[in-house]
């Protein structure tokens, strides 16, 4: 060294707009960015664009999913007439075929950041001024961004409990991805969609898995009817649901990991267990890049305050994603990345429109996409009766449907909420397979205001499980053809 400090070593790099983490509403921002005329530097601490999404959460766990559906669905076929040996799992291999679909993904993102000339800069990022962010890489200064504008999409981390041990058979989300191998038993603490998720993939590869949720409900969030449907669905398939219990000391030993519980379903005593899965919720990284030493607003938990541009207290600051409240989803990142994006773009360059661009969606789906699938948006009867709204709920049960019969999966339904003044839908939930891709006909038809009548006239394919929206929509008016008559009053 000749006596300058590590910093001034590092390279200097300037653009429009940095864009502080490459998940899906990071490059997300960062392409829609690009595309309209910026300069655009992404920093992010992996080595590739995705985020936890992408390499450690949707992708890895829809991958898995898929298969213990397949699982799932071998095992019903007897029922048919048709027997399969039980299936032999290749866990390494299993492993491998996940990191392949998530390798594609990576690539293909690489590849749009590089046609759209978008710099990606490896490296933890932290801010150092009003419009200067250094990035460090493996504890040295690799980089400093000088910025125009900034759009922080730093994501969130899971929550560990101060209580559970540090052993490597205690996991979080990214650890049970990593399917280190199928134990014989297994504990999932927490009943949220994470947790539920991976509870129906260990289930499905030969794990006894029981489930301990400290409220009195499983999916927070959704109606008790379509977790009953789940419930019912699971019950020989996973062992104890214990609701309203806690998980109060875990022993690691090397026979096993002994947990103790205490609460309205607890077993008296401790439960040994090979494999336990902590999925209790998740907390922003808010407060992890210095955006407090340049006066943005970052609150006790770690979120980042925004208004409808996202755009936080200091106007040339940004942020998005689970960094800025629920729900952590990433479809919700990705639209208020491409709001942050315009309206920089709009600032930068004079476009008005642009610049006048702001997130206003009316509602956000969320799935759980378990065996069978869980979806809802908007309004739900819980929310409803909360809030002592009244509303009229359109029902169609799959029993009635040719098609979930054929396809097993009778248990499931369709519901939707209507505004009794003027029937137009304000909510809806979906039980059943493939419940996640017909619920974004719901979601439109509460963004455009539509009435029942609009899903009822708009004629679906038949047969088929998505026309049970439109037949949903035909009982809440009284006139479906294919449930019992109403009773005339």
Known sequence: MTGKSQENLAEQIECDLLVLGG??????????????????????????????????????????????????????????????????????????HKQEVVGKLVTGLAGLAKAR???????????????????????????????????????????????????PRIVDSTGALELPSVPKRMLVIGGGIIGLEMATVYSALGAQVDVAELSDGLMPGTDRDAVVVWQKANADSLGRIMLETRVVGIDAAAEGLSVRFEGKAAPLEPQSYDLVLLSVGRAPNGGKVGAESIGVMVDAKGFIPVDLQMRTNQRHIFAIGDVVGAPMLAHKAVHEGHVAAEVVAGELLGNEEWARVAFDARIIPSVSYTDPEVAWVGMTETQAKAEGRAVDVARFPWAASGRALANGCENGFTKLLLDPSDNRVIGGAIVGPGAGD????????????????????????HPTLGETIGLAAEAGLGWCTDLPPKRRK
Do not use: W
């Open 117 to 167: 000339g978008v710099r990606i800069v490896q490296g933890r990022g932290r801010f150092i001024g009003q419009r200067e962010l250094a990035v460090r890489s493996e504890e040295a200064a690799s980089a400093t961004v000088r910025f125009k504008y900034a759009v922080i999409a730093v994501g969130s981390e899971p929550v560990r409990l101060p209580h559970i041990p540090d052993d």
């Open 23 to 96: 998940g899906p509403g990071g490059y997300s921002a960062a392409f829609r960015a690009a595309d309209l005329g910026l300069k655009v530097v992404v920093v992010e601490e992996r080595a590739v664009l995705g985020g936890v999404c992408l390499n450690v959460g949707c992708i890895p766990s829809k991958t898995y999913l898929h298969y213990a559906a397949l699982i799932r669905a071998m095992a019903h076929a007897g029922s048919a007439g048709i027997a399969f040996a039980a299936p032999t799992i290749d866990v390494a291999a299993l492993r491998a």
């Open 438 to 461: 017909m619920i974004g006909e719901v979601a439109l038809a509460v963004e455009m205001c539509a009435e029942a009548a609009d899903l009822a006239l708009t004629i679906h394919p």
